[in-house]
């Protein structure tokens, strides 16, 4: 009986070493741009999450009125009518 590995992946390489600078060493361009982009993807995450609260207080706002007086929770659920 011959043994079967137990992995048939190739071993994991090294990581390649990555070449950074320090922030000190950058140009200030690239510094300004680097917190102009930061602060842009920020904004976007932020106004994405209030877009999101805004659509689900129109859409409660406009349905509470029949949710909570509208609507007979019983016959929905135990109806068979389709």
């Known amino acids: 009986m011959t043994s ?3 992995s048939t992946a190739p071993p994991p390489s090294a ?7 320090p922030r000190q060493m950058r140009p200030a ?3 300004v741009a680097e917190r102009a982009i930061e602060a842009l993807i920020r904004l976007c995450g932020i ?11 129109f859409v409660f706002r ?5 949710l909570f007086a509208g609507l ?11």
């Not at 406009?62 to 029949?66: I, K, S």
């Not at 007979?72 to 389709?82: A, I, P």
């Open 4 to 6: 079967i590995p137990d």
């Open 72 to 82: 007979d929770h019983w016959e929905f659920f135990t109806s068979v009518e389709g």
């Open 62 to 66: 406009e349905g509470a009125g029949f």
């Open 47 to 57: 106004s994405a999450i209030l877009f999101v609260f805004g659509i689900f207080f």
């Open 15 to 21: 990581p390649l070493p990555l070449v950074l600078r």
């Open 29 to 31: 361009w690239e510094i």
